[in-house]
């Protein structure tokens, strides 16, 4: 079992470019959530899927886009990075039941030049 | 509606003295409460979590949290830390009642630094 994996691990955007981080999961886990984090603010939702085919907003959606066209995978898309999109981001995934941990990917580090 | 607090954006603590990382939340019905774990430039790692029954829950690494229903809170401890503990430290509950709605809420994180 690999888990959740992400790639790319590290990106560097120019302001205006855009992206596609990549979260895979093989655990057969129906929800998925993508986290940005940055200093001395915790983890912020950007948005989360309950299963496939549908997404939703979390908290801090905007500028962001995602898919989840397969069940193991999850998208996140910034169509025009800005340099407030400067994060670590995070994936994770958990299983039907409500009790159930999350399991995190290691993370994608992008920098918006 | 559900809320996490953790009081401290840093504990202090020397090498094989006891550890506690506090933790308070509110939910509007029954909460099912979590600890995780993060080292540098590594994902949030799963280390224990309360659902039910016993006030007091083991977990990884030698860690266990207790439960206090009339304090909400569920604060983290160690009998007995070590310099490797040193991490970031994240509290995170969701509520049962919220109508399968899937979305815990984290706390800011505790760093957590055990001194040789």
């Known amino acids: 079992n690999a888990g959740v994996t992400q790639t790319p691990k590290f990106r560097v955007l120019k302001t205006g470019q855009s992206m596609t981080l990549l979260c895979a999961q093989d655990m057969n886990h129906e929800y998925m959530y993508w986290y940005r984090q940055d200093p001395g603010m915790g983890l912020r939702l950007i948005h989360y899927?309950?299963?496939?085919?549908?997404?939703a907003k979390g908290e801090v959606p905007d500028g962001y886009n995602v898919s989840r066209l397969k069940k193991q995978n999850f998208l996140l898309g910034l169509e025009s990075a800005a340099p407030s999109q400067t994060s670590v981001y995070f994936c994770?995934?958990?299983?039907?039941?409500?009790?159930?941990?999350?399991?995190f990917g290691p993370g994608t580090r992008l920098t918006v030049l | 509606a559900q809320s996490v607090a953790q009081p401290e954006d840093q504990v202090n603590v020397a090498e094989g003295n006891p550890l506690t990382v506090k933790c308070t939340y509110s939910?509007?019905?029954?909460?099912?409460l979590f600890w995780y774990v993060q080292y540098p430039n590594r994902g949030l790692q799963f280390l224990l979590k309360y659902i039910t029954g016993d006030n007091l829950v083991k977990g990884s690494y030698g860690f266990e949290a207790e439960f206090n229903k009339s304090q909400t809170s569920f604060h983290l401890k160690k009998p007995s830390a070590l310099v490797s503990d040193s991490a970031l430290y994240f509290c995170a509950v969701r509520d049962d009642s919220s109508g399968g709605s899937y979305i815990p809420t984290f706390g800011r994180g505790t760093s957590l630094i055990v001194h040789p």
């Open positions: 899927s309950v299963g496939e085919g549908t997404t």
């Open positions: 939910v509007s019905g029954n909460p099912y």
């Open positions: 994770a995934s958990t299983g039907l039941a409500g009790y159930n941990e999350q399991f």
